[in-house]
């Protein structure tokens, strides 16, 4: 399995130099050449799709995860492969599952958020670093991996915690400040690893990608790193290393509602998906191609809508307000991901992809072609929650089903009820649940009905005595935990931190 660079001047690389390296030197994200099929035997035959996944549909979360990634990672043998997945999900996930499949509100939610930091970040973020790590000995790669992290929120939070003292590695965390969840802000603030550092910057979090971006593919930087002994890669969903893992759990939700008697092995499912940087949405993409029959995907946007705009209309424009919202896991305008997507639907034409992305740094947008624009309404559809149909939402299904909802999952619950609503489309529909709701306490609170405490824990506990739902583990110590990270920069300073940083 050879990937390739999305915008077609990089060199292909195997799937542990595409992990080392993040990003491109192009710029672009590396993509599988191909998508293995479910079910694809030795000899190139395939199961039945009715056989395929009544069989999957009995597999442990474990097992299915070794069979959906192994033939996108070849160099694994079935035993390293099978270390990398017992150390990400044993003994790290509240739920004995690991992703409960849960009915309420008419639909099915994936329980993506019972890992160590409370979103589904944790879901990539514990497996990557070990495929990381096995990619480094495999690729005799002697050098210390700077693992740049953007992030709006919780893809901090789980890479501090997946990188956490792994030999071989140093992790430096960017979040937007005064942005983030009160929660999620102490939870990088106090990270103790001894390879982490963590900077707040006066931005937003585009901000902090675009110039993390522009670090990754500094060539004179990269020598200079090269002659100490350093060497970047990208924690965040540019790295095929994050998207990989998160396929699973599409293939796992599928078989979840065939083992719950929801559908018939091979029936369609909808899926939609609360969507930022369209790194989730886009490995349900990618199951899909695998042979996860999939009816619609819907892509659920809050205010920051130009995901919904580009979906409905083909021009994508970040030139717009940016808001800060109750789900600012998603305040995105520079959906990085979906470069992969208009790579796929172009026909796997970097040529295509480049022309785009050229028009997306010089003037903020840029319109798809009509074959691209066919490719996404098959398939796609998309919608977006103000913030008050957000906690509308949160408050009525508790009202109604005593099933609580984070912010995002209730973006992703509101739009799919609308297209349902609008379409009359009654296929069964996974929504993927990113974040426990005690991470958004404060917006949780006030959608339900109860009274805010003077900080973030005393709110957390009052909604915990109200509802009765146990605090993550993750989040219960997290009051006590010492602040060590408090410096706050400039983005134009990004780059001479981590120099500094490093001795570089
Ligand atoms: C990261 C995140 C999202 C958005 O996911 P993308 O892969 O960036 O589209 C949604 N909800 C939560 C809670 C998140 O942490």
Redesign the pocket.
Known sequence: MIYKSTRGLAPEMNVCQAIIKGIAADKGLYVPERFPRLGERPDGSFEEPQALFSRLSKLSYKELAAEVLAPYLPEFSAKELAACIDGAYDGKYSAEEIVPVVKAGGAYFLELYHGPTA???DMALQLMPRLLTASMKKQHEDKTVVILVST????GTAALKGFENVPGTRIVVFFPDGAVSPVQEKQMRTASGSNAKVFSIKGNFDDAQTTQKQILSDPQLAEEMAAKGFTFSAAN?MNVGRLLPQIVYYVWGYAQLIAKGALKAGEPCNIC?????????LSAYYAMRMGVPVKRLICASNKNKVLTDFINTGIYDANREFFVTN?P??D?LI?S?LERLLYHLSGDDPAEVRKLMDSLAEDGRYTVPESIRSGLSGLFSAGYAEEDQITDAIGQLYKQEHYLM?T?TAVGYKVWKDYSEKTGDVTPALIAS??SPYKFASAIAESIGVSEGTDPFETIENLRKATGIAVPAGLSGLKDRKVVHTEVINRQDMKQRVKTLLGV
């Not at 998906?273 to 949405?281: Q, T």
Request: proline letters at 4%; aromatic letters at 8%; hydrophobic letters at 30%.
């Open positions: 979103a589904f970040k709006s929120g919780d893809t969903s998906v609360p969507s930022g940087n369209f790194g989730n949405i789900s896991s998603m995105i959906s991901n984070d995002h990113t974040a």
